[in-house]
């Protein structure tokens, strides 16, 4: 029998990459996708997957991804995106929402319908990793909780429309994760704000943590849809509500 096939998106680092490792413990031949080839690569090699160099925000790529996918793909996560800036609306730099719109909304809607036919053929699972910062709006967040908030519809569309069919169709949202990119991209590339965001966190999730729910949701009987997990560190009650062991200035 040949073997399962996932595709994940934003396979270079964090959620992604513990998903596409935990999938290929699971059995699944993974297609590991994002912009940066050498670590997709890598990582392909690995875990015995394939690369494909992919940026969802180009067509051409995403066609590529299609076609390095093949004919039948029984689990796409939806996985690249991400946050740039935490500035509030009154400064905000309207560029990035722009990047963010274009990621966690418009490119994951491109690799959606690019491979829907595969997924239809196999009667397969897309999960969309989105945020609990579509569940509610922080301060300095307006831009990603609105592009999650965005992403998080394109899921419940879907689920509507392939109603019926062999389909599923679910939604991951993790609180903070610590990764070693997520809150570093964010800030531009500034360590000491990125490292002021999990502070006193004595354990925040990590990404092994989501890619043991997605691989979850993936292998329940067919007939099971897990509509969404949202998935938090014991510490965190709320977006706004962090168990620190010390106040940490500047940290949400
Ligand atoms: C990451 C969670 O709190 O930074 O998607 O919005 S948060």
């Given amino acids: 029998m040949n073997s399962r096939i996932a595709v994940v998106t934003g396979a270079s680092g964090g959620i992604g990459a513990a998903t596409a490792r935990r999938l290929a413990a699971e059995g699944f031949t993974v297609v590991c996708a994002a912009r940066r080839l050498d670590r997709v690569t890598a990582l392909a090699h690995e875990i015995g997957g394939i690369a494909a160099a ?3 925000t180009s067509d051409a790529d995403v066609a ?3 076609e390095a996918a093949g004919e039948r793909v029984d689990l796409l ?3 690249a995106g991400g946050a740039v800036g935490l500035e509030p609306i009154a400064n905000a ?4 929402w722009t990047t963010m719109y274009a990621t966690n909304v418009l490119g994951t809607g491109r690799v959606t319908q690019a491979l829907l036919p595969a997924v239809k053929a196999a009667e397969g699972t897309i999960v969309f990793v989105t945020s609990t910062a579509a569940d509610a709006a922080y301060e300095g967040g307006a831009g990603y909780n609105a592009a999650k908030a965005g992403e998080r519809m394109l899921a419940g569309a879907l689920r509507l429309e392939l109603c019926g069919e062999p389909v599923r169709v679910c939604e991951i949202a993790p609180g903070m994760v610590h990764t070693e990119e997520f809150s570093l991209v964010r800030f531009g590339g500034d360590q000491a704000k990125a490292d002021a965001v ?3 966190v004595a354990e925040p999730l990590i990404a092994e943590d989501v890619a043991d729910a997605i691989a979850w949701m993936a292998t329940r009987p067919s007939h099971v849809n897990i509509d969404r997990i ?6 965190q009650a709320a977006n706004h509500k962090v168990h620190r062991s010390h106040p940490a200035p500047g940290a949400r």
């Fill in 54 to 56: 992919c940026d969802i």
């Fill in 64 to 66: 590529g991804l299609a």
């Fill in 77 to 79: 996560v939806n996985n």
């Fill in 93 to 96: 730099d309207i560029d990035a």
């Fill in 198 to 200: 999990y502070d006193g």
């Fill in 230 to 235: 949202v998935i938090r560190p014991r510490a």
